[in-house]
């Protein structure tokens, strides 16, 4: 399968742990996605990247929240001190990014559970 | 910035009739992209259509179909034919350049057998 994959697809921790989640996108994606999606929402963007570079952030990103993207292949997510308000699902999405808009193909989602 | 709504949290449609779902954004770009996504329970989010608002013929791929209206900034999806497997959430996503998605907060749909 060579569709978008997270690991690990469930992580339950307990308040001020740090925690790290991997997305592997679709091989030939240049672009990176990170979102945040709680119980009954729509998903909220988080961050994103150009090959290894991190060009945008939300607010939402605090600074206990980081984004590498090393290699411009996979990407990780980290979350330090965990709160319980931290507990969602983490959606990543990769896209082929050759100017404007396009598709963004998603991943099965890491859900966070914080006690 | 961009915002994104879904005015009916929850629809229910019988198998075999047609449901439509409803969403209007606001923006001040004129050149976008507009999708629908349906995320089954505890499955992951897949595209069921998009489209290019510098197009005005409305996009379908099959048993789905959209009806753009860019000046209403209005973007209703139409399923026909309803089955069982339709059953998800549904939710409605705008693209501008700013190159994030802004998704709306979502549509339960229900098929009822």
């Known amino acids: 399968d060579t569709g978008v994959s997270q690991d690990p697809r469930h992580k339950i921790t307990k308040r001020g742990q740090n925690v790290t989640f991997r997305c592997d996108p679709i091989s030939e994606h240049n672009r990176l996605y990170w979102y945040r999606q709680t119980l009954g929402q729509g998903p909220e963007f988080l961050t994103y990247?150009?090959?290894?570079?991190?060009?945008?952030k939300s607010r939402l990103l605090s600074d206990r929240f980081s984004a590498e993207r090393p290699k411009g292949s996979f990407s990780t997510l980290e979350i330090q001190r965990t709160e319980q308000g931290d507990s969602a699902m983490y959606l990543c999405?990769?896209?082929f990014g050759g100017g404007g808009p396009d598709t963004q193909y998603f991943g099965p989602g890491t859900r966070l559970t914080v006690l | 910035a961009q915002t994104v709504t879904q005015s009916q949290p929850e629809m229910s449609v019988q198998e075999a009739e047609t449901v439509t779902l409803s969403c209007t954004y606001d923006t001040s770009e004129s050149d976008y992209y507009l999708f629908w996504y349906k995320q089954p329970p505890s499955r992951q989010m897949i595209l069921v259509i998009r489209q290019e608002a510098y197009k005005q013929q409305n996009a379908t791929e099959n048993r789905f179909s959209v009806n753009f209206q860019k000046a209403a900034k209005s973007f209703s999806l139409k399923i026909s034919d309803s089955q069982l497997g339709d059953a998800a959430m549904y939710f409605c996503?705008?693209?501008?350049?700013?190159?994030?998605?802004?998704f709306g907060p979502g549509t339960r749909l229900s098929v009822l057998p």
């Open positions: 990247f150009q090959n290894e570079a991190q060009l945008e």
């Open positions: 999405a990769s896209t």
């Open positions: 996503a705008y693209m501008g350049y700013g190159q994030n998605f802004v």
